[in-house]
């Protein structure tokens, strides 16, 4: 079955660093969503790619989708407190006939002020 | 608009016993999902309803889940009789197209734990 592979799992930056989350799928998608994750929340909304290629920016995030739709990643631009909890990808086929989406793991970001 | 909601937020069961899971999805949203994460695991998908209709349960583990969404508003997830793998965190998710790549927004989840 599908998979996504998201790296790493954990990331600990000081505020004001960098901080990037990496996707790779084992089979090509059809779009791909990335949601965040508070402390003790849930999965929160925040982009959608569905074009190969595709780059979205939403003020200090940057999303990328690869050329392929097997990868995408998503950058920060100086890290701040209010970015920390965990970010997921997940991946649709529509191929699958199937509106599920399957998740990444999830990479848990910690900034240190 | 209220947001997807699920209830209770907490259940702490015995091995053996039986649990309802209610979500209630956000107000004309035909598409309901059930995920769920066991510790450590990532967010798997268990199934999806198109109003009344189980659209894909290929995600649900075995026969002791059953999955009802009566009138197409809101869901039951039970779990009888619940076991020790079961504990985990239940999402539910709402859509509002019938298409892909339709945002699914998520409830706060319930949190079960088999004793």
């Known amino acids: 079955g599908q998979q996504v592979m998201q790296i790493p799992q954990y990331q600990h930056v000081q505020e004001g660093e960098d901080f990037t989350t990496y996707c790779n799928s084992s089979?090509?998608?059809?779009?791909i969503q990335w949601y965040k994750q508070r402390p003790g929340g849930h999965p929160v909304f925040l982009i959608q790619?569905?074009?190969?290629?595709e780059v979205k920016k939403q003020k200090r995030l940057t999303f990328q989708f690869g050329e392929a739709k097997k990868n995408s990643s998503l950058h920060i631009t100086a890290t701040q407190t209010t970015d920390v909890g965990t970010y997921f990808c997940?991946?649709?086929?529509?191929?699958?006939?199937?509106?599920?989406?399957?998740f990444g793991k999830g990479t848990k970001l910690s900034v240190i002020p | 608009e209220a947001g997807v909601t699920q209830f209770p937020s907490h259940s702490v069961i015995e091995k053996g016993q039986t649990v309802t899971l209610r979500c209630d999805p956000i107000?004309?949203?035909?598409?309901l999902y059930w995920y769920r994460r066991v510790m450590g695991k990532e967010i798997k998908f268990l199934l999806h309803?198109?109003?009344?209709?189980?659209?894909?349960e290929s995600g649900m583990p075995n026969n002791r889940f059953l999955a009802e969404r009566t009138g197409g508003t809101y869901s039951t997830l039970k779990v009888q009789p619940a076991e020790l793998e079961d504990s985990g965190v239940y999402f539910c998710?709402?859509?509002?197209?019938?298409?892909?790549?339709?945002?699914?927004?998520f409830g706060p989840g319930t949190r079960l734990t088999v004793l």
């Open positions: 790619l569905v074009k190969s290629g």
């Open positions: 998710a709402s859509s509002a197209k019938t298409g892909f790549a339709d945002t699914q927004y």
């Open positions: 309803f198109v109003k009344e209709s189980k659209q894909d």
């Open positions: 997940a991946g649709q086929n529509s191929g699958a006939g199937s509106y599920q989406l399957t």
């Open positions: 089979t090509t998608l059809s779009n």
């Open positions: 107000s004309g949203h035909d598409n």
